[in-house]
């Protein structure tokens, strides 16, 4: 493992805190579904681990006052959306998970080392993660591997969460239905891409992790197929699922910077109510 960052210590949420490459989107704090009470102080750094030959980076956070005091924490892994890792959306979660007693780490699918928003570069990286979903469920492994690792601050043994939004939501999916992480209990998606890769089967290695699926009823890139399938999927490889539907929520609805016009044509908007409800039952 390469460190990247020395620890920081965090006090509130802190936009880009975590490195200079970090995209801000201009998130209304307010609208944050962890909201942004708290001021107790959690610790943050950045580092880097692999899959296979490819360098991704790390962003964790944890508190140490309580790692002090009772010991490592579980862990939770946080899966980004289409765009990357490096942004504040995704660095606040974790540090909303820190404050809740949780070590939480941002895991990273790209490898680029910053968000990408060219689409011909993001499509380049993607195509071999969508045309090989098991190479997907080991990107998101090795990023467990590199959770668990963190002895010091993660207690594997006490379990492990992963939740993901957008593409991590399909992400952590696909690490449940692979069955490899073996103290991980249970993955939650936030308008995840459901469907259900037809390469994985029922695993011989115990009850796969159980999932929570937080859906937004007009989500235009899942379809009422599509869900069904992702559903029976999940099924066929023994697993237990929940499903929360938000009736009227589009795509993204846990974003507070969707809200324009743009956005709405493309299918995104932030809804304020499946944001919150979503949060509160992933806690």
Known sequence: RVCCRPVRTVRGFKRAEASSMHFDAG??????PWGVEGSREVESRTFSYRDGDITLEAYMAWDAEKVAAEGPRPGVLVAHTAIGMQEYFITSCCQSLARLGYTAMALDLFGAGQCVFDKEVRNGI????????????KRVQAAYDALVNESSVVKETSGVAAVGFCLGGQ????????NTAKELRGVVSFHGVLDHPSIFTKSSEGKPPNALILHGESDPFTDEDKLRECLDGLTSLGMTWDLHVYSGAKHAFTRPEKTTDEDFDSGFQYDARAASQSWSSCK
């Open 126 to 137: 993607l195509q071999p993660l969508r045309d090989d979903r098991r190479r997907l469920a």
């Open 27 to 32: 998130i209304p704090l307010e609208g944050l």
């Open 171 to 178: 992400a952590v999916l696909d690490l449940a239905r692979a």
